[in-house]
């Protein structure tokens, strides 16, 4: 990205609270190794079900993992576990392309740039009361967190379009910065953090999606208000994949250990 994209990109983020930027990995090797890892692991349990074994496209992709959700409904939570260990998730969210951006955005020119929280998220469609999570800040859930040092990078590795459901944005909302949060248990009894009304009604702050394409990244402030789309799709598997990156070189970062 050249300096006046990057600026304009910085300025949008700091507007908006998010900001996307298309085509960002499009056809980078990394991107395409994890594409093929996830590929690699339906065609497991493909052949473990005896279910036809899909071509490397994202439509025969989705219609297999559609086949085996049917006949196993943990099929999803499977690919969820495996792909969150593959060495190619790491390639892919500690590559150069993620490291200079984020340095670009809380960096300086001799800044140490950590990254955390390396995170796929597979969302099959009728499971948003297990994947999905309600309005929340990035901020609750990180401690190497610090204001205006900290930033999500976020990219679908799946097209998303307004059908299967796209994060949720509540627009600017990240000027009220980190806010009180409050636990929310989901219908597998996990607990995740989420906000009072008072914050996720506020009128000041209106509610915005962004479709995305493979490759398409997103540059997320930590404190921004969201929460995951609903997918209304019937067979639009959503895949994405996220970082919490971290200026390591600013007085006060991880102030409980001076």
Known sequence: MSTLEIDQTIK???TNGYAVINKYLSNTVELINFKHKFYELVCIKAKQYNVKIPVE???????SIMELDAINNKIGAFLNDALNTT??????LNSEKFLSLAKAVIGEENGIILANNHRARIQIPGHDDISNLPWHQDSHYNNFYKY????VIWTSISDINEEAGPIVFKKGSQILKKLPKEEYKKSNNQIVYTLSDEYTGHPDFPECTIQTKSGDTALIDMNTIHRSGENK????VKLSVQCRY?????????????
């Open 246 to 258: 971290h200026n390591a070189s600013k007085i006060g970062f991880l102030p409980h250990y001076n």
């Open 57 to 63: 496209s994202s439509e025969s992709i989705n219609q």
């Open 148 to 151: 205006k040092n900290s930033i």
């Open 87 to 92: 060495p190619e998730l790491f390639q892919l």
């Open 233 to 236: 799709s019937t067979s639009n």
């Open 12 to 14: 949008e983020l700091e």
